[in-house]
């Protein structure tokens, strides 16, 4: 087989348009590049994969290769057989009372030998839609959030003092930034879109005084070292690190010692099994081998199977094993406490949480889940109007034979982990759902290609665990759209991801408020785009050249487009021309969630983060310069109030 035909097995696309309109030919070099980081696909010789049905749909035949006939079938459910026959008319036809879930179709020769398989997915008609009309949600980047007691990061407990302090405006949820576990050992690596895992947290959102037992007389003796945290503009991830754990590592000794909360820590280790186990683990070693990624490890540590994981467990280091579990027990346990503080202020959303689209290849999840997870190859963009070099996200991703070798597991554990403590999640870059744009190590954005992925059965896991969970789905579902995608996308339920920066014309012109899709998430801009102060004052554009990079727009393209907002303003009977004029404009549109940035209530001019950039800007460090308890002060409440009067 030649190496086109190979790629068009794996679904590599040999041809495709940029976003800058122009065609690319993928050469047979770049094909082998992604070849080689791509395990082979499986060979269906009679099943489709996957089998998707509805459920309470009635029938539910399989149709499969004519070749097929009289070939005897199960339907199992973890090894259990639920049902079985022979192929007969190129059909199978299985039973209706099937519920919603993953099961495994299989075709068997008459020695019992499997040869073909597929997985079944019965699913819900669509994603869990809500049951609330037309709300908004406050977006922060929690470690950002100032306050006189938290120790120079925003934490779980800020949280919950803010979803207090918003209910009174008004507010149905707050949408934050990835709160995925990132590499605790690594503070300057600080990009919450950057996860060592996707499956646990971050711990320095952890608030030690809310642990069990945690002395205050501990705060007295690092009195000098918080103060020093507290009071800078930007957060200093090393000296917060250095603080948290030690603090972290003090409530663990005391805890071990007899604390309070054994049987809620015990309940949450199981609960999160193996999983947690592996990830505990993996932490401890990922230390003890130092800088070395995991596929540099001794071997029997590259992909350790349930026994050593356990033997580990129980071993010499159990206690540092045991104290990565209790930390995300701690991280867990404050992040459901303020999920059920949402439900009791009765917001109609909660938390909105936002999912990263990879992860990094030396992580937890690429190697816990090796097969899914294709760690030679980067997820990214090529080049478009706001990016002319294209980008490389320096994530691994997921990838299609993995998947489905695996029933798609490794998609569902990372929806369950965020939906679990969620009213809302949003798929970054949910275009990856349909195919990845995929960079050989080492490679130039340049040199990518796309590679497609399993969509219908991707949207069908989606659908189960949002109506499981009763969590919506939003997809960031901005750049170059396939044509049909979002149709696609609203059928399943899975809502759009509106920003009105980009919702013009051919001519510049911004749409009207009322040409917004229902179910959506409407916003001004998203935390890699100019705050509205600074699009407005033209900031942005000045601190890319300062930086070197392409702004991607001239001043008098900025210009006109401010005219354009303005004179869509006033066309639509708003006064304002400031952030509040899009505030009411965006909230007369039907879009049933409007997301409203606090840096914007606040007027900041800097972006939280500037793609492109890693030490040339601050990104994702910058600290808010108000205190929680004084952003009603702050914020002009009455003509926040007007402008969100129709919401």
Not at 80 to 90: E, I, M, S
Request: glycine share 8%; charged share 25%; with cysteine.
């Amino acid at each position: 087989m030649d190496v086109y035909s190979k790629a068009r097995d794996l679904g590599i696309e040999l041809e495709f348009q940029d976003g800058q309109g122009h065609r690319h030919a993928v050469s047979a070099e770049r094909v082998r590049a992604i070849l080689d980081g791509l395990p082979p696909p499986a060979r269906h010789p009679y099943l489709k994969q996957p089998v998707i049905f509805a459920a309470n749909s009635g029938d539910f035949p399989v149709a499969i290769d004519p070749a097929a006939n009289g070939i005897r079938w199960q339907l199992r459910d973890h090894g259990k057989v639920l049902a079985c026959g022979r192929v007969a008319d190129a059909t199978i036809d299985l039973p209706r009372s099937i519920e919603m879930g993953t099961y495994r179709l299989e075709l068997e020769d008459d020695s019992g030998n499997t040869i073909d398989s597929a997985t079944l997915l019965v699913t819900p008609p669509a994603a869990y839609q809500g049951s609330f009309d037309r709300v908004w949600v406050l977006s922060v980047q929690l470690y950002g959030l100032s306050s006189s007691r938290n120790w120079g990061i925003g934490d779980f407990t800020d949280l919950a003092a803010l979803l207090e302090l918003s209910t009174d405006w008004g507010c149905a949820g707050i949408g934050l930034n990835p709160l995925h576990a990132l590499f605790d050992d690594r503070p300057r690596e600080c990009s919450p879109y950057a996860p060592n895992s996707r499956l646990f947290l971050n711990p320095l959102y952890i608030d030690p005084e809310r642990l069990p037992d945690f002395p205050r007389g501990w705060l007295a003796q690092h009195r000098e070292k918080l103060d020093v945290a507290r009071n800078g503009e930007l957060v200093d991830y090393v000296a917060v690190a250095e603080l948290k754990f030690a603090a972290l590592r003090h409530a663990f000794s005391l805890f071990d010692g007899g604390s309070a909360g054994h049987d809620e820590f015990d309940a949450f280790r199981q609960e999160r099994g193996e999983l947690l186990q592996r990830f505990a683990c993996f932490e401890v070693l990922r230390k003890q081998f130092g800088p070395l990624p995991w596929w540099q490890w001794p071997e029997e540590w590259r992909r350790p199977d349930d026994v050593q994981i356990q033997a580990f467990r129980n071993g010499p280091l159990r206690d540092e094993v045991e104290f990565v579990e209790f930390v995300q027990w701690g991280a867990a346990t404050q992040l459901k406490s303020c999920a059920d503080l949402a439900d009791e202020c009765e917001m109609a959303v909660g938390l909105y949480l936002d999912v990263a689209v990879g992860v990094q290849a030396s992580g937890f999840d690429a190697w816990n889940e090796q097969g899914a997870i294709s760690r030679g190859l980067s997820v990214g963009a090529p080049p478009d109007q706001l990016n002319t070099d294209g980008q490389d996200w320096g994530l691994a991703g997921f990838n299609a034979s993995g998947l489905e070798a695996s029933d798609y597991a490794p998609f569902r554990e990372m929806l369950r982990a965020s939906m679990r403590f969620a009213g809302a999640i949003r798929l970054d870059h949910v275009l990856g759902l349909n195919r990845l744009y995929l960079i050989p190590s080492g490679s130039s954005p340049h040199d990518g290609v796309y590679v497609e992925m399993p969509l219908a059965a991707l949207l069908a896991v989606i659908a189960q665990e949002s109506v499981s969970q009763n969590c919506i789905t939003i997809g960031e579902d901005l750049g170059t759209v396939p044509a049909g995608f979002r149709d696609i996308l609203a059928k399943w339920g899975v809502w759009s991801y509106k920003v009105m920066m980009f919702e013009r014309g051919h001519d510049g012109a911004f749409i009207g408020s009322s040409d917004y899709a229902e179910n959506a998430l409407v916003t001004f801009n998203t935390h890699d785009l100019a705050s509205f102060a600074g699009w407005q004052s033209h900031h942005d554009l000045n601190v890319k050249r300062e930086l070197g990079m392409d702004p991607g727009e001239t001043d008098e393209q900025r210009a006109q487009a401010v005219r354009s907002f303005e004179w869509k303003l006033g066309e639509e009977h708003i006064a304002p021309r400031d952030f509040f004029g899009a505030v009411e404009f965006l909230a007369h549109s039907p879009s049933r969630i409007l997301a409203i940035s606090i840096d914007d209530l606040l007027g900041l001019k800097d972006q939280p983060n500037i793609p492109g950039t890693v030490d040339e800007h601050p990104n994702w460090r910058r600290r808010l310069p108000v205190d929680l308890n004084d952003l009603t002060r702050r914020i002009d409440i009455d003509a926040f109030r007007r402008a969100l009067r129709t919401r």
